[in-house]
């Protein structure tokens, strides 16, 4: 009896579960059959209508989308910003992840505190000051602008994450290296980058996802020559309707490069996210 | 490589202290060249900044003349700003509770199944798209089109599967043959053992249900019976008369027909594809044959989502898609570290599933869900994007909320950076607690 009822009780969980994600899948599979639709197909119906009929799904919209200058240049724009963005993140932030865990110098402390306390502060704040310097420097409107803006707000949590699990290192391994006269160079390139691979691999996955997706910065650091692709598409959101063939496939484009990454590298990414809360 | 080992290994016994303080002096640079291109990054493009905020908050819009607090009380007068205000506090009371209990909800059960990882990776999947994507994903869905919006398509086939479509919104009852009553519905009187004609019109003939046959004409009715045919009394291509049923004309299948003696309805029915019904087993006397109103009614045509009234609701479920994943997944993982042995003993005690969960999965995890939680009202506070994109042009200003209004104000046509550095300080100072549980949680995790 028992066990009917908990088979029964199973049951209904998977049913449960089977429900949600289809709620989940829904909304993506209805972009992706969008995107392969003709803006006429789009104005006369729904997605779903081409389940009926498979024939009006083609890839025009993605060719038409390919010969778009202004899009392939937002695309390759992303790219310009989040390989630079989240390379110079994990550099600068490994160095001073390393001296903020085991050297020495003046205030380390106070000054590793003011870090975890700047995790929270929110992008918005930084805006208009910025604009204003980088508008000084000769920044503005430009891809390097847009790169250190998302660097210097990435290194918060980049530092506290990296200092955390440098820390973690046995200090007999750093000592016995020191022993061996490595200068701290040495002892940062050969011992510290290998044994923190891991952390390294989350926080490089997560700031790129985090480059990648971002529009806020960008909408007011790029200019039209320099803008990613999310800003590219956001332009075009108004009139919503009748852009559908351009919006569903540059949507759909410019979420499958971080859906791959976030396939290919899941662990790293989700122990980036757990290590990253409270962020 | 053995010559600097050679060296440095000779060097400190050789001499005494200065060298050691040399050395030290030495390493003390090196650390401060390790720390220096990150402390610079973060002193002038977020330190520096805050300050600088802080400081603008103060002046006016051009950033001239000092006005004090001006800026903040204009933020709690200014009807855009106290919307945003208001709309943030919805976000933030509404979405971290409900994330944090479905993510609970979802990761205790998903420990049932055999496909938990595969079930996982989905629903976390939405983390790694752009808010950017969603909102054109969630644009698409919420279309208020129920033959475009998958939503509305949904709630007006649940609707209609329930309530019933109505079949002729535009018909209307030929006048002086058929009375209308004052809810819309037609009614005409007839005795039973006899027939009954109700002529419609306003229906195009392009508008007739596929299958609508020619309409039945002249059938007798036994006793007790009463029948009819409901039938649109127009003859294509002209001809035909008025209030009679002509050889050209089509009848109205589908079209609900009532029977009423005394004010009760005592039998209904539904026309056949040719227009005709019948009631039989009546009792002799008069009836009302009556077409209720809800074969008129104007079709369902769904929820506005996007309207003013719903858009911030309709936003967030937009971000439960997102992060519903997250909440589960960091769930989850407390889960898996509760001590086992106190379950069991529990199942051994007889305790049934839900007061398992009541009692001690959900107290033991509490430590878990605060940081969720905690980690959720930050980013709830922050949302720009979604709002930003979802939110249709017309409707941005009910659906408004801090991050976007600082940006409507400081950047987007507003150009007020004195009000707009204010809405700035505000969000920050909304994350001061969340700052100084950070720092505390850090110093405690030191000692």
């Known amino acids: ?279 | 490589m053995t010559a600097t080992l050679v060296k440095e290994q000779a060097g400190p016994r050789a001499a005494g202290a200065a060298p050691v303080r040399r050395r030290r002096r030495r390493a003390r640079l090196a650390a401060l060249l390790f720390v220096f291109p990150a402390l610079l990054l973060l002193g002038a493009l977020v330190v520096y900044p805050v300050l600088f905020s802080v400081g603008r908050s103060f002046f006016d819009a051009s950033g001239t003349r000092f006005v004090g607090g001006d800026n903040y009380t204009e933020m709690f007068r200014d009807p855009a700003t106290l919307k945003a205000i208001r709309n943030t506090t919805v976000w933030v009371v509404v979405a971290p509770a409900l994330l944090t209990g479905l993510g609970l909800i979802l990761a205790v059960l998903v420990e049932k199944v055999r496909w938990a990882t595969a079930f996982k990776l989905l629903l976390f999947m939405p983390m790694a798209v752009s808010f950017l994507a969603a909102g054109i994903i969630f644009r698409l869905a919420y279309d208020e089109d129920p033959d475009k919006g998958v939503l509305n398509a949904a709630v007006v086939s649940v609707h209609d599967a329930f309530k019933g479509t109505s079949t002729y919104p535009t018909a209307r009852g030929r006048t002086g043959l058929l009375t209308q009553e004052r809810d819309g519905s037609y009614r005409t009187t007839a005795a039973a053992g006899g027939t009954v004609t109700l002529p419609m019109v306003g229906v195009l003939p392009g508008d007739l249900p596929r299958g609508a046959a020619p309409a039945a004409a002249g059938t007798k009715a036994a006793p007790g019976e009463l029948r009819g045919v409901v039938y649109l009394d127009f003859t294509p291509g002209g001809g035909g008369k008025q209030g009679e049923v002509d050889p050209e004309e089509s009848g109205l299948p589908g079209m609900r027909v009532q029977a009423q003696h005394d004010g009760k309805t005592v039998a209904s029915t539904t026309t056949a594809a040719d227009g005709s019904f019948r009631f039989s087993g009546l009792g002799t006397g008069s009836y009302t044959v009556r077409l209720p109103a809800s074969n008129f009614a104007p079709p369902y045509q769904g929820v506005s989502w996007l309207g003013p009234a719903l858009v911030t609701p309709a936003i967030i479920g937009a971000y439960l898609w997102i992060w519903t994943g997250f909440a589960m997944v960091l769930i989850g993982a407390g889960l898996a570290t509760l001590p086992r042995e106190t379950l069991e003993a529990a199942r051994m005690d007889g305790a049934n599933e839900w007061q398992i969960f009541r009692r001690i999965t959900v107290p033991l995890l509490a430590p878990v869900l605060t940081v969720v939680f905690v980690t959720l009202v930050i980013n709830v506070m922050k949302v720009f994007d979604l709002v930003y994109i979802i939110a249709p042009g017309p409707v941005q200003e009910d659906a408004t909320v801090l991050a976007t209004q600082m940006w409507l104000v400081s950047f987007g046509g507003g150009n007020n950076q004195g009000l707009g550095s204010a809405l700035g300080v505000l969000l920050l100072l909304l994350v001061v607690p969340a700052m100084v549980f950070n720092v505390r949680r850090f110093r405690r995790s030191q000692r």
């Not at chain 1, 579960?17 to 197909?41: C, E, H, K, M, N």
């Not at chain 1, 778009?68 to 992840?97: E, R």
């Not at chain 1, 009748?242 to 410019?254: H, K, R, T, Y």
Request: without cysteine; positive net charge.
């Open chain 1, 1 to 279: 009896m028992n066990a009917i009822r908990r088979g029964l009780g199973n049951g209904l969980v998977q049913a449960f579960l089977v429900v949600i994600g289809l709620v989940w899948l829904t909304p993506l599979a209805g972009l992706f059959l969008s995107s392969l639709r003709s803006a006429q197909d789009s104005a006369k119906g729904g997605w779903w209508t081409a389940l009926a009929g498979p024939g009006q799904l083609s890839f025009d919209n993605y060719s038409a989308l390919l010969k778009n200058a202004g899009m392939t240049q937002a695309f390759w724009n992303t790219v310009l910003i989040s390989v630079p963005a989240t390379t110079l993140v994990v550099v600068i932030a490994a160095l001073a992840g390393y001296a903020f865990a085991w050297l020495d110098f003046p205030l380390r402390e106070p000054l590793f505190l003011l870090v975890v306390a700047l995790l929270v502060v929110p992008v918005q704040i930084g805006l208009l000051p910025v604009a204003k310097l980088f508008g000084q420097l000769g920044l503005f409107g430009t891809i390097p602008g847009v790169v250190l803006f998302h660097v210097a707000y990435g290194l918060p949590f980049a530092v506290f994450l990296l200092r955390n699990y440098f820390a973690e290192i046995p200090k007999e391994m750093l000592e016995a290296a020191r022993m061996d006269g490595g200068s701290e160079w040495r002892i940062f390139t050969r011992l510290v980058l290998p044994v923190g691979r891991p952390a390294i691999a989350s926080l490089a996955i997560f700031q790129f996802l985090w480059v990648w997706n971002d529009m806020l910065v960008a909408l007011l650091f790029a200019d039209s020559s320099s803008q990613p692709l999310t800003v590219q598409l956001q332009s075009q959101i108004r009139q919503f309707g009748s852009n559908i063939d351009v919006l569903a496939p540059g949507a759909f484009l410019s979420l499958i490069v971080p859906v791959a990454v976030f396939f290919a590298f899941q662990r790293h990414f989700v122990q980036g996210v757990m290590a990253g809360s409270v962020k």
